[in-house]
């Protein structure tokens, strides 16, 4: 059961809703806990329909490795907390990290890992280092720990949430009409641009790897690479709308994660808006402990080489995701110490060179195989194709070409500004633009044009 899917928009979603505003407050926490739980069955493939499929759904590595987190950081949590002696919670820190580092590295170099396990282990990483530090309290209660951990809104893609920032939220867990109404809108937009933007961008990408890298033309090759980006952003954009709007509903103040990066005009900048509860893991996390850039040039160099490899192994263990961290890196050098200054001072020449860079990297992290990536690039640059269909481009222009024209625009805040625009002239304006946006979903959902979120794969 996913964001995406009618059980979930229909039945799963409005009980637990329902229910969170008609109970006590002081239930609140409890509700979320169950729900989460069943949420993380489903998740993992249990049919309650069965004996048979129960246990099974019980019996899943992926449902255990997320139980195991839990209670093993929450008795860490209070052991770090309360022991007096520095040495022995730095000795009990370390334990914990071991403990939660271990299975995301094993997982990551078999190549298969288990559902929301990239998220939560940097995100109880951060919950112990906060307590080693005195910026938190340990949590005392198992259900309000486990609602941090699990809560479905963000367990499966983020965002990656602080202990200390979402704990006023768990403590009260304020639900009002303004609430209930602000969450429903992201939810829907979130939804549209993931099933509308997102699922019909993402076709012509698709066609392209049905028809094959051998047959592509350069225009083609550049229209799937524009396609790619584009399904990426919105379909991880969306997902992250959904799940604030869900925490607003339901008492949870979660926070932003995108920025809009299309219009940076910097790579350091694309990732200061991209996935911005990951980039601020890796620098409060790893880069400052290192020493930030505060013990000179060489330093700092180096203290980014392990951000960005580190950053490369979290989206993955293939060469692809490795290389694809060392070029980001490598810009990101470039830009501090050589182009940086002439690209802000001439923002459309930023412009330009992200959008050449974009859908390039892009491209390093939807090919996996090395052969394949070479010639894909090759395409992009003009490398004479063995068999082409004549115009390729036209024939998919035709079909995808507003909707790329569409993705691109949305990808910018003009949409957005007309729409607070409309907010602000009368709240009911916005009704029937937001109706449709999810009736339209709903529609494609049915007809099975929404695909499962890309980020679970990482």
Not at 9 to 30: C, E, H, M, Q
């Amino acid at each position: 059961m996913l964001f995406n899917s009618l059980a979930f928009l229909f039945l799963f979603l409005p009980v637990v809703t329902i229910l969170t505003y008609l109970i006590p407050a002081k239930s609140r926490n409890g509700l979320l806990a169950f729900a989460s739980l069943l949420f993380m069955l489903f998740a993992c493939g249990t049919n309650f329909r069965s004996l048979q499929g129960i246990i099974a759904g019980f019996l899943s590595v992926d449902f255990w490795l997320l139980m195991g987190t839990v209670l093993v950081n929450y008795v860490l949590g209070l052991v770090i907390f309360y022991q007096k002696k520095r040495t022995g919670k730095r000795l009990f820190l370390i334990l914990s990290i071991l403990l939660d580092a271990a299975p995301l590295v094993i997982y990551k170099v078999m190549g298969s890992v288990p559902l929301g396990l990239s998220f939560y282990t940097f995100q109880v990483i951060s919950y112990q280092t906060d307590i080693y530090k005195g910026k938190t309290r340990a949590e005392k209660s198992l259900v309000r720990f486990y609602v941090y951990m699990a809560m479905f809104p963000r367990l499966l893609q983020g965002p990656m949430i602080r202990y200390g920032d979402i704990r006023p939220s768990l403590m009260k867990r304020p639900v009002t009409p303004r609430r209930l109404f602000v969450g429903l809108q992201e939810i829907i937009l979130g939804l549209g641009l993931k099933v509308i933007l997102a699922g019909q961008i993402g076709r012509l990408w698709s066609n392209i790897q049905t028809i094959g890298v051998d047959s592509i033309s350069t225009p083609l090759a550049w229209m799937g690479a524009v396609a790619y980006s584009l399904q990426l952003y919105f379909d991880f954009a969306g997902y992250s709308r959904m799940a604030i709007g869900m925490g607003r509903m339901l008492g949870l103040d979660l926070p932003e994660n995108f920025n809009y990066p299309y219009i940076s005009k910097t790579m350091g900048e694309f990732w200061r808006r991209w996935h911005m509860t990951l980039g601020t893991w890796f620098k409060d996390y790893i880069y400052i402990p290192l020493g930030g850039n505060r013990k000179g040039s060489g330093r700092t160099i180096f203290n980014m080489l392990v951000v960005w490899l580190f950053t490369g192994f979290w989206h993955g263990f293939g060469w692809n995701f490795i290389l694809w961290g060392l070029l980001t890196f490598s810009f990101i050098i470039l830009e501090r110490f050589v182009i940086g200054k002439a690209l802000d001072k001439i923002p459309i020449l930023g412009h330009l060179y992200m959008m050449l860079l974009i859908p390039l990297m892009w491209m390093i992290f939807a090919n996996t195989e090395l052969s394949v990536l070479l010639k894909y690039l090759g395409r992009m640059f003009g490398s004479a194709p063995r068999k082409v269909l004549e115009n390729d481009y036209i024939k998919y222009g035709q079909t995808y070409g507003i909707w790329l024209l569409v993705g691109i625009l949305f990808a910018t805040p003009g949409p957005k500004k007309i729409y607070e625009w409309l907010r602000k002239l009368h709240p009911l304006i916005i009704v029937p633009i937001l109706l449709a946006i999810f009736w339209v979903s709903v529609y494609w959902m049915m007809q099975g044009q929404s695909d499962p979120f890309m980020y679970f794969h990482f």
